[in-house]
């Protein structure tokens, strides 16, 4: 079995936008911006022996916010610039009760059972109490990446920057291959 890095991408791998004095995800290709050190970040993680997900909630497209289109182009643009080895997005409201939605572990395990994942040896990265509690559902190590909105919030490890990341996931024992 593997070790896998899941990512949150919304706060993780792409900043969040501003709106009218309140945080959202993007809702266009245009205002979609990748953070500068995420290729590197997802390339020494993987040169580490780790597979790389992504793992993202998307509830604006339910709530019709965010048109397919739009999802499809930047999903599209985190393959091709990061080269993770599986993306997952959970297209549903709360009101949905899914399994996939974050805080539940739901999309965690559907890729450790198609990839051969052992989730124990594997961490959860993300910027919200969901990601978190996503990771420890999943037996997953936790990173939280602090940020403005979520004081308060704790995991196993707490880092300023995507680069940070690598640094704490480095410090355990290496993947295995």
Known sequence: MRAAVFLDRDGV??????DDGELRSP???????????????????QRAGYLVFVVT???????GNLPLPELVAMNAEVRARLNVDDLRVCPHDDD??????KPLPGMLHVLARRWGVD??????????????EAGRAAGCRTILLRRSYNEGVDA?????TLDEVVEVIGAHEVAHV
């Open 156 to 160: 196993d490890h707490v880092v300023e």
């Open 96 to 101: 949905d009760q899914c399994e996939c939605r």
């Open 119 to 132: 989730l124990s040896e594997s961490f959860m990265v993300g910027d919200t109490w969901k990601d978190v």
């Open 57 to 63: 909630n998307q509830p604006d497209l339910a709530r």
């Open 13 to 18: 791998l792409n900043p969040l936008i501003e």
């Open 27 to 45: 809702r266009t290709r245009e205002e979609f911006e990748l953070d500068e050190s995420a290729r590197d970040v997802v390339e020494r993680l």
